[in-house]
């Protein structure tokens, strides 16, 4: 078995610089992490890791707890968390619950403290006090995507100002002149997608305008049900000039269903969603949606669980971070309707 | 701290069940696993599953190495794996290689063996050789979707039937008239996907048709480059009745480039992929494929992985499983040619 001390002799370093390298290789100069690395290379070394965090109470590894991988917006996320964990030196575990509150308690017993040095949470079914009474006694945990920035979860969080999201979607089909507006509100593993809803609300009232009841569904979060509901909302009410979706997922389905209805997308009908999922630019029409800036809320949800893992934070408070704003991305599938309201 | 011992004590059982429950419930009575999850939740013990690992040389961990967790293909596979590694008691720890072969040794060197007690190794840019030496003294490693089951890899894998994927894809358009077709093949981060180009091109010469050159295109595996590839396609070909994509991805980018070029699918251009990944049933038309049994093949795979962890395989020679024979699924995007060539 190849020793450390063995590696830092070769590369001719101390065997705190071979343990910089393999935690934090920034901190190392590219040519002595190069002789490093070499050295690993040559002599096979295979650093323990579960030994050394156990020595060093860490394990190099952070957890993300998500509810289903399958759903698109959580790959993405994930990619950019990874990309953000691994700059930092950390392996990140990725824990899906399944969208089973069950499994995502076992999970979060077995990995926080003890598997994971740190644990991001994004919507799961697992309720803020149970997130509150682990991290009390085992490792940190950020909230990430927390969907109301006006009430802090009583637990380290990265926030997304949603309502301001819904807000710009409203204003960019306002100022197209639409005003016969219906609207998909997403239920995920999250929870009901109010925020975004109410921040749509909220600018429509202000114009004067009240949706129409049976203008608003509720569903899940995935594009087959994004499908069925713009159908039963097109029978609903069949004057519609756009529909506003609380994501980009049942945004896309939307736009399937209306093809399939035989209105032109968005001659027709416009079509709106929020997040900016990669399959937004990558749908026809391509899809006008609001950003969230996934990469950066993701690497911020990172950044501030290490610094709360290295004790690096002394807050009062637990610490709510702001993702950035949003932005509204105007592409194919919005335009004025044909009889402005 | 709460300890094992108390957990046992509490629920009237051994400390050896207690184990057994946290590891593999499925070897417990459900009565039994319930109390003893009751005494865990109540006690508020928490397993030290470092410590365990270290006691007795395992970690709980597997890990799925893989090129881009954003390419929509791998979350599914993600899913069934996790679903499956959870059913035996593991961990699945998701490493994204992010296409860069540098990255994936860095990982692979440490995860094998150390924090991963096996490793199961996507479509990723590192030889097979690298991995032969790594699994030597480190932990097992089983490759997954192996694309050439006529020449087994020297590593324990689970192979795929891909030439028969691309030769149900030729028969279909065959038997439905089409002579005049177009080839997408795509070029992954696990190479060139050419035993489905081959199985494809096989039957096609086995009924006289010898694909125009000027109607095969290599291109990355993306929904984007597929649609760039088919508009340059029906620019070479314009008399194409039929595109043939080696995945889903490139088939549904193709769509969108028929679409856009006022061409319909299926009447005009009939188009089928290979994969049946979720999107593939959800685009409009729904698009025909190849179905390989994403969920099916990660199951295989990590109870491979989990035998050969377990040394409960005695193989003279590194085992190959065959996954389930691909299927034809026929939906809206292929149909019968205007004018059969």
Chains 1, 2 share one sequence.
């Not at 071979?18 to 490093?36: D, W």
């Not at 399944?98 to 979060?108: K, N, P, Q, V």
């Not at 945990?141 to 927390?146: A, E, R």
Request: proline content about 6%; charged content about 20%; some cysteine.
């Amino acid at each position: 078995m190849v020793t450390l001390t063995e590696v830092a002799r070769r590369a001719r370093v101390t065997a705190a610089t071979v343990s910089n390298v393999l935690r934090n290789r920034e901190k190392v100069r590219p040519e002595t992490a190069e002789r490093v690395l070499s050295a690993i290379r040559e002599l096979g070394y295979r650093p323990n890791l579960n030994a050394r965090a156990l020595a060093e109470g860490r394990s190099s590894t952070l957890a993300m707890m998500l509810g289903n991988i399958a759903n698109p917006f959580y790959p993405e996320f994930v990619l950019a968390a990874e990309r953000a964990a691994r700059r930092a030196g950390y392996f990140l575990m990725v824990c899906n619950t399944d969208d089973d509150a069950e499994t995502g308690r076992a999970y979060l017993t077995q990995v926080a403290g003890t598997l994971a040095e740190g644990v991001i949470v994004l919507n799961t079914d697992i309720a803020i006090n149970e997130l509150c009474a682990s991290a009390a006694i085992g490792a940190p945990i950020v909230l990430s995507l927390w969907e109301h920035p006006e009430s802090p979860p009583g637990l380290p969080c990265v926030a997304v100002d949603f309502a301001r999201a819904g807000a710009l979607a409203a204003t960019h089909l306002l100022e197209l002149g639409h005003r016969e507006i219906g609207m998909l509100v997403g239920d995920g593993c999250g929870g009901l997608q109010d925020a975004r809803a109410n921040g749509f609300r909220e600018v429509m009232r202000a114009s004067g305008i009240e949706p129409d009841a049976a203008a608003v569904l509720q569903i899940r979060d995935s594009i087959d049900a994004g499908y069925e509901a713009c159908i039963q909302l097109m029978s609903n009410t069949p004057d519609l000039t756009a529909i506003f979706a609380t994501n980009d997922l049942l945004a896309i389905g939307a736009m399937q269903a209306l093809a399939a209805l035989g209105r032109q997308v968005p001659e027709d009908v416009s079509v709106i969603g929020i997040t900016d999922i990669q399959l937004a630019h990558q749908v026809r029409p391509a899809l006008t949606t609001v950003a969230i800036n996934t990469s950066e809320i993701a690497a911020l949800s990172i950044d501030l669980l290490i610094q709360l893992m290295q004790k690096e934070r002394v807050d009062v408070s637990p610490p709510m971070l702001q993702g950035p704003p949003p932005k509204l991305v105007v592409r194919q599938s919005t335009c004025a309707p044909k009889r402005p309201g």
